[in-house]
């Protein structure tokens, strides 16, 4: 890793931390839609590979997120395409799987 002024300079590397990413919109390449942003996303995280599995995001268009908060559309890591500089670029190429 390449380090500056004692701190990590993840930047020159081409890796980026969560905290920098956390306002980036999450948008489906298949049809364009906003399907959330990275800040409210929960983890799936594999707890024998402590891989990530798939990202959780609040379901803020589904009839029952006024009375509930447990709704939520699972995007496998796999699809997960891009991390731009303002965008995170998943291809859900189906009908989302809310949960």
Do not use: C, H
């Amino acid at each position: 890793m390449v380090k500056s002024n004692n701190r990590m300079s993840y930047e020159k590397i081409g890796k980026k931390k969560l905290s920098e990413i956390g306002g980036q919109e999450i948008i489906n390449l298949y049809d364009g839609g906003k399907l959330g942003v990275v800040a409210d996303v929960d983890l799936l995280i594999d707890d024998e590979t402590g891989y990530i599995e798939a990202l959780l995001i609040p379901d803020t268009k589904s009839l029952f997120s006024i009375f509930s908060n447990k709704n939520y559309i699972e995007v496998p890591w796999e699809s997960v395409k891009k991390i731009g500089q303002d965008t995170l670029i998943v291809e859900l190429n189906e009908k989302i799987n809310r949960k």
